[in-house]
């Protein structure tokens, strides 16, 4: 049992250690700083997908597996890609991030789907508290489990 007890809480410290982040930019927060085309070029790269029409353009970067395929051609990793692919209709995916721009350049809106768009850093003051609350734990475990 004591064995059990240590093993458990050592796997429970190391594991602990490695997901120590804290959000620095919130989605909303960090998706406001892209004002221009320009903007979402500097640090998205060209869509896979282009749609334009009655005064606006959406862009459409895509992270994922198409689920419903509505035109014909490859789309499948917008970053590689050194052109976007013009379209009437957007492919369905399951994770994208699509902007709304007006007839100058500006995003008007922009929307995502299961793409994670915080931005994070380290926390490595959360994980040295982590590891010491689960040494701590371990030493509680082994002496209670000593008197046992």
């Not at 917008?78 to 013009?86: D, E, F, H, M, Y």
């Not at 500006?106 to 994070?120: C, F, M, Q, T, Y």
């Not at 040494?135 to 002496?143: E, K, L, S, Y």
Request: with cysteine.
């Amino acid at each position: 049992m004591k064995k059990l007890i240590f093993t458990t809480a050592v796997f429970l410290t190391i594991l602990s250690t490695f997901s120590c982040t804290k959000i620095i930019y919130n989605a909303n927060d960090h998706m406001a700083r892209y004002k221009t085309k320009q903007d979402i070029v500097k640090d998205f790269g060209l869509p896979a997908e282009k749609r334009s029409g009655e005064g606006i353009e959406e862009w459409l970067y895509t992270y994922g597996t198409v689920t419903t395929r509505t035109h014909l051609g490859n789309s499948t990793d917008n970053n590689a890609s050194a052109t976007s692919i013009n379209v009437t209709q957007f492919n369905q995916y399951d994770s994208y991030v699509k902007f709304t721009l007006d007839g100058n350049g500006n995003v008007l809106k922009w929307e995502s789907r299961g793409v994670d768009l915080a931005i994070r850093a380290k926390a490595p003051v959360r994980t040295v508290l982590y590891g010491l609350f689960w040494i701590g734990a371990i030493i509680v475990f082994a002496i209670a489990a000593s008197r046992v």
